[in-house]
């Protein structure tokens, strides 16, 4: 899976009303609004020959204000939900693999605040693959940013997987008295599993 590849497409059709419906106020009120801007150019030409009165050609020139500010708002709601209408479209956020999909085609999906919130997809990057570990207290001092590491895993037996400290909590963990420390371990063929386990060893 590639970053910013297509994992889902999302059906929603009451976004899609209410866009097509707001599409079309704004189109209504733009029609308005030029019919306003057109009658208070003719008004203002028209008290120029002194033919009208100041009041009706400031009411002219009143509702094309109006018009603007309408046409503003209408155009505002329009990109509301445009803006709506694009997390219909799920993409993924890096490169890795899907581990877990927890919905399948043709299942509700709750929206917002509303109903059981539960995630759509876990996915999982594996080049590099992250590996945390607790250091004892007594060791802890001497992991750094940039140590190298060994990690060994019990479906590779024999093999070694050389990586780097990549960052650690700098704090020690008063219930487990370890401080927590992630290493990154270059994966580009990907025969390391997220999930598994393994020992590492430092220096």
């Keep these: ?9 999302l059906e929603t059709p009451e976004v899609d009303q209410e866009l097509l419906q707001s ?3 704004r ?14 150019q003719r008004w203002e030409s028209l008290r120029k020959m002194d033919a009208v009165a100041q009041q009706e050609t400031d ?8 018009g603007e500010a309408a046409l503003a708002s209408a155009t505002a709601n329009v990109h509301r ?15 890795g693999v899907i581990t877990r999909r927890n919905t399948d085609i043709g299942a509700l999906i709750n929206a917002g605040n509303s109903g059981t919130n539960q995630e759509l997809f ?17 060791y802890a001092p001497s992991v750094r ?10 479906s590779f037996p024999g093999q070694r997987f050389t990586g780097a400290v990549a ?9 487990t008295r370890t401080l927590r420390t992630e290493i990154d371990v270059p994966n580009r063929d990907g025969r390391l599993f997220p999930g598994s386990y393994a020992q590492v060893h430092f220096g």
């Design 122 to 138: 876990v996915v999982a990057q594996i080049n590099p693959i992250r590996v945390y570990v607790d250091v004892p207290e007594i």
């Design 27 to 40: 189109g209504q009120a733009e029609a308005q609004m030029n019919l306003a801007k057109t009658s208070a």
């Design 81 to 95: 939900l445009e803006q709506l209408e694009s997390f219909k479209h799920i993409y993924a956020p890096f490169a």
């Design 59 to 66: 009411e002219k020139s009143s509702g094309f204000t109006q």
């Design 167 to 175: 960052r650690s909590a700098d704090a020690i963990d008063p219930a």
């Design 1 to 9: 899976m590639k970053k910013g590849q297509l994992l889902a497409d």
């Design 145 to 154: 940013h940039g140590v190298s590491a060994t990690i060994e895993l019990p």
């Design 23 to 25: 599409r079309a106020a």
